[in-house]
């Protein structure tokens, strides 16, 4: 098998073992993975624009919109003007969404401890090295699809 092609595989069994754990995590929160990815986003900035987390979630603005519009019904987010420019909106987390932000961090701060524990303790600067090599990579060609 090319290098190319092994990697490819691996990322893609990589993936549908982290889609596995995402669909876990969220579904015992109560909520779908797109508003899990913006909670923990929204919880790390603490206060972000729309177009922000749009970015950092690789969404358009309208269905960016429509799932902090479900977070502001179901009482997880609010959207506050800001006092000093009226057309900047930011969005934060309320104390309900607070608790499901820091019980997700809580999970996969424990979910990730075991699965370095199963990484020999010599080789785990290089696998995070690497991840961060790809990383690179992957956002330096993701134009080119």
Known sequence: MKH???????????????????????????????????????????????????????LDNSTMSRTVNNLVQ???????????????????????GSDVFNGIEEEMTIYFNKVLSDIPENKRDQVIESLELLLDAVKKNKCCL
Request: hydrophobic share 40%; proline share 0%; charged share 30%.
């Open 4 to 58: 190319a092609d092994k990697l490819r595989e691996l990322i893609r069994l990589f993936i549908r073992n982290l889609e596995i754990l995402e669909k876990s995590e969220a579904s015992c929160c109560g909520i779908t993975i797109g508003q899990c990815h913006a909670i923990v986003e929204i919880g790390r900035a603490q206060k972000i624009s729309l177009n922000e987390l749009a970015l950092l979630l690789n």
């Open 74 to 96: 179901q009482d997880l987010a609010e959207r506050e003007i800001d006092a000093t420019d009226r057309r900047f909106v930011g969005i934060n987390l309320t104390e309900k």
